[in-house]
């Protein structure tokens, strides 16, 4: 039997922010600049992220035709090296919460839980996002660095339970994706799926979720049920 829920870990892309507009331009900048197919649209992107930029870039490579491309391959590399500080300067120029997410966190704050994101998306975009949309609001902002093997590896959960001072029997993690449903059963944690992130409804029960929500107070409203 579980403890009761003392901190709350959500992803970032598709689960507390709309980013798909944003990467998309970046995306395709880096690639088009590298000499690469570049006319991706939000719904090619969506299924290109959620495992960290190289992932996304070797997809989009292998979307364009080329043989499967490694992540660690120097062509992703090349066009990591043009992605990265053309997203840093437009991260937020069209990225904003998805309906509901301010109210539940603060909701879940209001309650003294503990709130952090934890998300394969490089950490200076992390920490920029979490500040200038969410300031104030969450405990721990976690993004993909150095020595950290990113999700559905658990260490950056671990890390962030570590850091808040929690237990895994007082936590769970939101997400909106197979890495996020893997990441959570890795740490040993329960996952909360949301429906309106970047993949279906379908896709994650497909993968195991049991547990889905529409909206937003949904998760405040499984927190209470679980600290009732």
Same mark, same amino acid.
């Given at each position: 039997?579980?403890?009761?829920?003392?901190?709350?870990?959500?992803?970032?892309d598709g689960t507390i922010l709309n980013t798909l507009e944003d990467l998309t331009g970046s995306l395709n900048y880096a690639l088009g600049q590298t000499g690469h197919r570049h006319d991706y649209v939000a719904e090619d992107v969506k299924h290109f992220f959620g495992s960290g930029i190289r992932v996304a870039i070797s997809?989009?490579?292998?979307?364009?035709?080329?043989p499967d491309v490694p992540e660690d391959d120097p062509e992703v590399e090349r066009v990591r090296e043009i992605f990265a500080p053309h997203y840093a300067k437009h991260c937020n120029d069209h990225t904003g919460p998805y309906p509901g997410i301010p109210e539940c966190i603060a909701? /879940?704050?209001? *309650? !003294?839980?503990? @709130?952090? +994101?934890?998300?394969?998306?490089?950490?200076?975009?992390?920490?920029?996002?979490?500040?200038?949309?969410?300031?104030?609001c969450f405990d721990l902002a976690v993004g993909e660095q150095s020595g950290v093997r990113r999700k559905p590896a658990p260490d950056m959960t671990d890390k962030a339970l570590k850091d808040l001072k929690?237990?895994?029997e007082n936590a769970v993690y939101v997400?909106?994706?197979?890495?996020?449903?893997?990441?959570?059963?890795?740490?040993?944690?329960?996952?909360?799926?949301?429906?309106?992130?970047?993949?279906?409804?379908?896709? /994650?029960?497909? *993968? !195991?979720?049991? @547990?889905? +929500?529409?909206?937003?107070?949904?998760?405040?409203?499984?927190?209470?049920?679980?600290?009732?």
């Open positions: 039997m579980r403890d009761q829920i003392q901190a709350v870990i959500f992803d970032m997809r989009a490579l292998a979307a364009e035709g080329q909701a /879940l704050r209001k *309650r !003294g839980i503990l @709130t952090a +994101v934890v998300s394969n998306k490089p950490d200076f975009a992390v920490q920029t996002l979490a500040r200038e949309i969410f300031p104030g929690t237990s895994k997400g909106d994706s197979e890495v996020d449903l893997m990441t959570a059963k890795n740490a040993g944690l329960p996952c909360i799926a949301v429906s309106w992130g970047f993949r279906s409804i379908e896709f /994650l029960k497909a *993968r !195991g979720a049991s @547990t889905i +929500v529409d909206r937003a107070d949904e998760i405040v409203g499984w927190v209470d049920v679980q600290n009732a």
